[in-house]
């Protein structure tokens, strides 16, 4: 592969224009597209297939597709000011007038009033009307929105309190460009300070931007066809900023490396692709194997956002191979240091053999590995501990801040009605076996209302053949609190007996009940993806470093930096602890996705700093080094580069902690605080003092493993490694392999 690798390099570098003018068309052509793309619809109504609230909605849909169980709704609430009634004639006068606009307001198909329907507290302080749409939230145009909204100012002026929850008019989160611009400027800072040349900290921004403006805008394109969502872009552009600079600083880092070493601009270029190239080729394949593993989740949005963040890490890939080369082409001095450009690369050829922070740093943990190890284990051990409380769950309105209108009405609800009226629990029931299809339906209803936990029930209504019917119970308690989880799971164990005494059959639904469902069997498939991911991990590296015990090393590591991220986020999101900080105005169950999404991520990035670690600490032990010289040789060479790396992911990170939507900040606070613990504490600390402690026997395989297993050349063992004079600058074949150790 570093052959490979070695003549694409030195191609991209000679046909720079060409290649240039490939990638502007590729983004001009995707960028078109994006532009005459229709905007992209509702991701769909099967959220999890094979659930029991999913199969119970997919019925809700057959028997009444009349109510259209996806149409938007929307839920106004009035609230009398201080001892007043809702009741009042002019507080009732004005609640009248409102629902009688809404009606008809463009594309409602009804609207009820509080005083028909009995939606008014028991002591009238508040009522609530329901508003129901023909269609779906994603249909709605922002003119059916604002007629909506001005029906509700109006009324608000009459002296109530109003406000507004559903799926209606809720708030969309926002878009996210002020976190990719805060990531992309402390990103400029890091790779400043990092290279002390504009030009270098400028290259790996420029290539990392078009990376991602070909991938946003083919996610644009293909957002009506596929259903993607504004999430699943999101994501995509968080993963292909970080990862597309990440590979540009390595692979420039090389090039800048290569010209100290006395090569002509070419040649360093072809060795920078063929030895850091191979890296961000193995690398990159790992974290899109972890993204498009979330596929067998079974969560078609997990799906789609792993998918779509896999394929902008592929372009983040192809530009560092391909465009980083030929931009090099074009300014080969540019990137250089100041001082390598007055006295010329040759000056340099040894100014990297000296000692410099990383070098020292590995003198340290090398004097010291018992006492590092131990420490970065009982460490990250004990942030680790309150992930074995973790809680999943789908954070509705409460999570949403006072300001939004959707938390109001939330409030005001739960103030007027109790905690469970915002998540009612929504029972459907088949009576085609029922031998009186209405007492059967009663007969559920009246048990479900006396199970303990429940408020209320409505009234079965049937559906036009009379062979299915719905009702509504409402707990006592919050949709997030455990105690509606148990109530849940107590009605559904009352099943068997009521089919049998009834003939009819039931399933429940409803938001509170999916979230339940979704939370439980993400959490149940959390463990076996970590395996999986684990065995993943073991397999790759083996391949990549041929060796047993590095790996191992490399997934334990891994399990450190996942286990304690995720107890930070617990910490921090379902606890509580320092949470106002980061802008959450309300603790509770963590993003059901959110975990195992940040497993494939974190991941792939814990490889990708393994690789970028221990390959150069490989290429330095098969071309001679001892064990612990091979460690410092590693570090002196790429720990500035990882270290940077490590920031400039942790500030493109931390720029989502921002975002309105509480998963995208979840999630950038999680992969912050990961990459941040894997980074700096499990490769630069526990990794030299596992190899420190196991010295030949690190690099140690079987004969027989040996001879199965693929060889792909990471460490560059098949390139002259060095400045070979009078040598033909216009070649582009491999030279010789220089004598390595086997």
Not at 268 to 278: D, E, K, N, R
Not at 325 to 338: E, I, K, N, Y
Request: glycine share 12%; hydrophobic share 50%.
């Amino acid at each position: 592969m570093a052959t490979f690798l070695y003549r694409m390099g030195r191609a991209a570098f000679r046909r720079r224009w060409l290649v240039v003018l490939l990638w502007a068309v590729v983004l001009g052509a995707v960028g078109t597209g994006a532009a005459k793309a229709p905007a992209a619809g509702d991701e769909g109504t099967s959220f999890m297939p094979g659930i029991e609230a999913q199969k119970a909605f997919d019925l809700i849909g057959e028997r009444f597709p009349g109510s259209d169980a996806d149409g938007a709704d929307a839920r106004i609430v009035f609230t009398a000011p201080d001892g007043e009634k809702v009741t009042a004639a002019g507080n009732r006068a004005a609640v009248d007038t409102l629902v009688e606009k809404a009606a008809g307001a463009p594309r409602v198909a009804a609207a009820v009033s509080p005083f028909e329907a009995g939606a008014v507290s028991e002591d009238a302080s508040t009522a609530y009307a329901t508003v129901s749409y023909k269609v779906s939230a994603g249909d709605l145009t922002d003119a059916d929105k604002a007629a909506m909204e001005d029906i509700v100012d109006e009324a608000r002026a009459s002296g109530l309190t109003v406000e507004v929850g559903g799926t209606a008019l809720a708030t969309q989160p926002a878009a996210g460009g002020a976190g990719e611009a805060l990531g992309i400027g402390l990103a400029a800072v890091v790779l400043l300070i990092t290279f002390g040349s504009l030009a270098a900290a400028g290259l790996p921004l420029l290539t990392a931007v078009v990376g991602v403006g070909v991938s946003m805008c083919a996610i644009l394109a293909l957002g009506s066809a596929l259903g993607l969502s504004m999430t699943t872009g999101t994501l995509a552009s968080m993963l292909g900023l970080a990862v597309g600079i990440d590979y540009a600083l390595l692979v420039v880092s090389r090039y800048r490396e290569e010209r100290a070493n006395g090569h002509e601009p070419r040649e360093a270029a072809g060795l920078a692709v063929g030895t850091a190239g191979s890296a961000v080729v193995f690398a990159g394949l790992t974290v899109v194997i972890a993204l498009a593993g979330l596929a067998v989740i079974g969560v078609p949005m997990l799906t789609k956002m792993g998918l779509c963040a896999a394929g902008a890490v592929v372009i983040g890939v192809l530009v560092a191979l391909t465009l980083v080369p030929a931009l090099l082409g074009m300014w080969p001095d540019a990137v250089l240091s100041r001082r390598a450009r007055r006295r010329g690369p040759e000056a340099g050829q040894h100014a990297g053999a000296g000692d410099n922070g990383g070098s020292r740093w590995a003198r340290f943990v090398l004097r010291h590995p018992v006492a590092v190890l131990l420490s970065c284990v009982a460490g990250l051990g004990v942030l680790a501990l309150p992930a074995a409380d973790l809680q999943l769950g789908m954070p509705g309105a409460e999570a949403k801040p006072v300001s939004s209108t959707e938390r109001r009405a939330y409030d005001a609800l739960a103030d007027g009605f109790g905690a469970g009226f915002n998540g009612p629990l929504t029972i459907v029931t088949d009576v085609r076996g029922a031998a009186d299809p209405e007492d059967a339906a009663a007969t559920i209803a009246e048990r479900i209302k006396g199970t303990e936990g429940v408020v209320s029930v409505s009234l079965p209504r049937f559906n036009a053949e009379g062979d299915a019917a719905l009702f509504s119970a409402v707990p006592s308690t919050g949709p997030s609190d455990e105690p509606t989880k148990d109530l849940v799971q107590t009605i559904r164990a009352e099943r068997s007996g009521l089919e049998e005494a009834t003939g009819a059959t039931f399933e429940v639904t409803g938001s509170t009940a999916m979230n339940i469902d979704v939370a439980q069997a993400l959490q149940d498939a959390l463990v076996p993806y970590l395996i999986v991911i684990v065995l993943l991990s073991l397999v790759l590296l083996m391949v990549v470093f041929r060796s047993v015990l590095v790996p191992v090393k490399a997934a334990f590591g891994f399990l450190l930096s996942v286990l304690a991220s995720l107890g930070a986020v617990v910490a921090v999101f379902q606890w509580g602890w320092g949470a106002e900080l980061l802008g959450v105005e309300q603790a509770g169950p963590i993003m059901s996705l959110m975990p195992i999404f940040l497993v494939g991520i974190v991941f792939g990035l814990a490889m990708d700093y393994e690789v970028f670690l221990v390959a150069r600490m490989r290429e330095a032990y098969v071309h001679g080094d001892r064990p612990a010289q091979a460690v410092v040789t590693g570090f002196r060479h790429s720990a500035r580069v990882v270290a940077a790396a490590a920031v400039i992911m942790i500030a493109v990170f931390s720029g989502f902690v921002g975002a309105d939507e509480s998963m995208i900040k979840t999630i950038g606070f999680g992969l912050a605080v990961a990459v941040l613990f894997d980074a700096f504490v499990v490769r630069m600390a526990f990794v030299p003092a596992v190899l420190a402690l196991l010295g030949h026997r690190a690099w140690w395989l079987p004969r027989w493993l040996d001879k199965l297993l693929p060889r792909v050349d990471i460490e560059g063992t098949g390139l002259n490694r060095g400045p070979a004079p009078g040598q033909d600058s216009t070649d582009t074949g491999a030279r010789p392999q220089e004598p390595v150790r086997t």
